[in-house]
C-alpha cells in the first residue's frame, strides 16, 4: 500500500491514545503533553508522502515520530536554575569542582545506558515518577520495572567508577 492509501483520519484516531500515554510517560506537564501530541500528528501528516510502507508499518512510523518530538521537548526544555550571587562566597571552590566533575561524569555514563535503561532513570530521579508508575505507562509488570532500575543503578556505578 502507497501512503495515498492509508486512512490517515482513522490512523489519527487509532493511534492518538497511544502516542497520548507514550507522552505522558515522559512528560509531566498537560498543556506541554496535548501541544507535543498535536506535534506528532502534525509531523505525521507533513511527512506522510515519505510513508511508503504498508498498512503495518505505520505503527513504527507514528513512533519514530512520537520519540523523536519528545526528544527535541527534552533538549529545548531543559531545567536550568538560577544560583543566588552569595553561594559562590559560601561554598567551598574545591567542593564546587568535584561536584561539577561528578556531573560531567554521571551526565557521560547516562549517554552510555541503553535509552530505555536511560528513560527510567530520568523518569525516576528527574521527572519524579514512581516506579509502580512508570510500569503502568510502560505496559510492564512492577517488579520487571524494579529490575530494570536496579540493572540502571548498577550499570551507571560501573560507568561512573571507570
Known amino acids: 500500500m502507497t501512503a495515498a492509501v492509508i486512512d490517515w483520519e482513522a490512523v489519527y484516531k ?4 497511544k502516542v497520548r ?15 507535543l501530541c498535536a506535534d506528532v500528528f502534525c509531523n505525521v501528516i507533513k511527512q506522510r508522502e515519505r510513508f511508503s510502507g504498508e498498512e503495518k508499518a505505520v505503527s513504527s512510523f507514528i513512533f519514530v515520530i512520537t520519540k523523536r518530538t519528545v526528544a527535541k521537548y527534552y533538549r529545548t526544555h531543559r531545567i536550568s536554575i538560577e544560583i543566588p550571587e552569595g ?5 567551598d571552590i574545591e567542593q564546587q569542582t568535584i561536584d561539577a566533575e561528578t556531573l560531567d561524569r554521571l551526565a557521560d555514563a547516562l549517554e552510555k545506558l541503553d535509552e530505555r535503561l536511560r528513560d527510567i532513570i530520568s523518569l525516576h530521579y528527574y521527572g519524579e515518577k514512581t516506579l509502580t508508575e512508570m510500569a503502568a505507562a510502560m505496559g510492564m509488570s512492577y517488579p520487571n520495572m524494579k529490575i530494570l532500575h536496579k540493572k540502571a543503578l548498577n550499570q551507571l556505578k560501573k560507568l561512573i567508577v571507570q
Open 87 to 91: 553561594m559562590a562566597d559560601e561554598t
Open 21 to 35: 500515554a507514550y507522552i505522558t510517560s515522559r512528560v509531566g506537564n498537560a498543556e506541554d503533553i496535548k501541544d
Open 14 to 17: 487509532q493511534y492518538e491514545p
